[in-house]
């Protein structure tokens, strides 16, 4: 299965930082292996929903990806962003959904697996980048709240979606959000990696490395 864009050109849009290199190479693992932490963890490290990539539309990130993934567009009712119709397929749970109200947009590498892997020692503009990253569409995913909830912040070794067909592509996103913010792996998720892999012999990773100074 190949699968992911290039930021550069093929995701929702950029973080207002120049083109940096774009990688491609065979689903194996994220770059770095190293134990995790989540020692100060708090949700709120991480300034979200944003502007958007969009600030003067009125709709912050979560709307943005939303209106992004729609397969039917909802209706826009200003002031606030408000969505009201339109349908949505939620590939976690191979389910459609025709309320913006039943769906989470999900980070694939969720805030609190990422404070874990690295992300605890960045700055406060770099963390609010990644919690509103539309530059490549594996970051952030609309699913149903019910499948965001089950998944909560596991990583690959604790869940993986209920459709067994997403599976591939779940984890390919996993390891190209993992590499794009330069973010390691422990020991049982590298394991677990390493083994899912090996059930996608054709999946493609392609990503694009964020700048440290990345804002």
């Known amino acids: 299965m190949q699968h992911g864009q290039q930021s550069g050109d093929g995701g929702r849009a950029g973080l207002g930082q120049p083109a940096h290199e774009v990688r491609r190479g065979r689903l194996v693992e994220p770059g770095g292996v190293a134990a995790e932490s989540r020692d100060g963890y708090t949700r709120t490290a991480f300034r979200h929903w944003n502007a958007g990539r969009l600030p003067d539309d009125g709709c912050k990130t979560r709307a943005e990806v939303l209106l992004e993934e729609a397969v039917e567009q909802p209706e826009i009712s200003a002031p606030g962003c408000k969505l009201t119709g339109g349908r949505w397929f939620s590939p976690y749970d191979d389910t459609w ?36 990253d539309q530059a490549t569409p594996t970051s952030l995913i609309a699913v149903t709240a019910k499948s965001n909830r089950a998944k909560a912040d596991k990583d690959p070794a604790e869940w993986l979606p209920p459709t067994a067909t997403y599976h591939c592509a779940y984890v390919t996103g996993w390891v190209e959000t993992k590499l794009r913010w330069d973010l390691a792996a422990d020991d049982r998720e590298r394991e677990s990696l390493l083994g899912l892999a090996e059930d996608c012999p054709d999946a493609t990773v392609t990503y694009e490395t964020v700048p440290a100074d990345a804002k």
């Open 97 to 132: 959904v025709t309320a913006a109200s039943g769906l989470d947009v999900d980070h694939l590498v969720p805030l609190a697996e990422s404070w874990d892997s690295g992300a605890s020692a960045w700055t406060a503009k770099r963390r609010e980048a990644y919690a509103n």
